[in-house]
């Protein structure tokens, strides 16, 4: 089993980039699962994260029907990563105020850290003193004023608080987006939240996860259960077929059918992988 200690929780609001988000996290060797923002407090609890990330979003935190995040995750002792619109909700949440931006902010920006006190310095913690750096930004939206206990820690010219912390606590959050290749320090960020921040260490691997679903699938199919396995021909469905039948042989079974969403010669290349 995956180590609670050791794994990550991020929700996610809508963004383009949230699947990147996991891929950044796992590529780091750490474990972290994708979940829906409608959890509430007790749902993370019994997740029992070491750490959440908020992903970005396309909505603006004041549209009628925008994703919301229960207010009391955000009370719970965990180190927090809010990114773009995840940034913004903990504003709004905690008492700061957010406005939508003069002009959406699109493409490549100048960030330099700022002086700070609090955990969050720890992000910049490897970037030389008043060094610039480029980002990506993607938003409508932005916070104008901080909530209490907050400080900056990094801002572009048009942008005062592209990145902020609590003072005292383990909260932080970006405007901008470190996940994808636009930002190039990215990864540095993110690891820096992971492991300086929150404390985590880097002993997760695909392989030892490989190992932990195969072993699930004998406990649950046991010596002579069979498994029924739907495939579409995604990723998803052609990975657990993949492994049932390295695991089951004969003992699994793949089906699909004939859809309108399936391109002219797939259907052939799904139904011969069916059948081996």
């Known amino acids: 089993m995956v180590d609670q200690r050791q794994r990550v929780l991020i929700l996610d609001f809508g963004s383009q980039y949230t699947q990147l988000i996991a891929r950044r996290v796992r590529q780091a060797r750490v474990y972290c699962e994708i979940h829906p923002p409608?959890?509430?407090?007790?749902?993370?609890?019994?997740?029992?994260?070491?750490?959440?990330?908020?992903?970005?979003?396309?909505?603006?935190?004041?549209?009628?029907?925008?994703?919301?995040?229960?207010?009391?995750?955000?009370?719970?002792e965990l180190p927090i990563l809010g990114i773009c619109y995840g940034l913004q909700l903990i504003a709004k949440l905690l008492g700061g105020e957010v406005r939508a931006a003069l002009e959406r902010?699109?493409?490549?920006?100048?960030?330099?850290?700022?002086?700070?006190?609090?955990?969050?310095?720890?992000?910049?913690?490897?970037?030389?003193?008043?060094?610039?750096?480029?980002?990506?930004?993607?938003?409508?939206?932005?916070?104008?004023?901080?909530?209490?206990?907050?400080?900056?820690?990094?801002?572009?010219?048009?942008t005062p608080f592209a990145a902020v912390g609590h003072r005292q606590r383990p909260l932080?959050?970006?405007?901008?987006?470190?996940?994808?290749?636009?930002?190039?320090?990215?990864?540095?960020?993110?690891?820096?939240?992971?492991f300086d921040i929150a404390g985590l260490q880097p002993r997760w691997t695909m392989g030892s996860f490989l190992e932990q679903q195969i072993q699930a699938v004998r406990e649950q199919v046991g010596e002579e259960g069979r498994?029924?396995?739907?495939?579409?021909g995604g990723v998803d469905s052609s990975v657990v077929a993949a492994l049932a039948a390295r695991e089951l042989g004969p003992r699994a079974l793949a089906v699909t059918g004939a859809s309108a969403s399936l391109a002219a010669d797939e259907l052939p290349t799904i139904t011969d992988f069916c059948a081996r």
């Not at 498994?227 to 579409?232: H, I, K, T, W």
Request: glycine fraction near 10%.
């Open 38 to 76: 409608t959890w509430s407090r007790a749902q993370v609890e019994a997740f029992a994260p070491a750490a959440i990330i908020l992903s970005g979003g396309p909505a603006s935190v004041y549209d009628p029907g925008a994703p919301q995040l229960d207010p009391a995750i955000l009370a719970l």
């Open 227 to 232: 498994v029924l396995c739907a495939l579409s």
């Open 105 to 158: 902010e699109y493409g490549r920006a100048a960030v330099q850290a700022t002086a700070a006190s609090g955990p969050g310095r720890r992000l910049f913690g490897s970037f030389a003193a008043g060094e610039p750096f480029d980002v990506w930004m993607s938003h409508g939206d932005q916070v104008v004023a901080l909530p209490p206990a907050f400080e900056a820690l990094a801002a572009t010219d048009s």
């Open 172 to 194: 932080v959050g970006l405007q901008f987006h470190p996940e994808v290749s636009h930002t190039p320090r990215g990864t540095a960020i993110l690891e820096a939240f992971l």
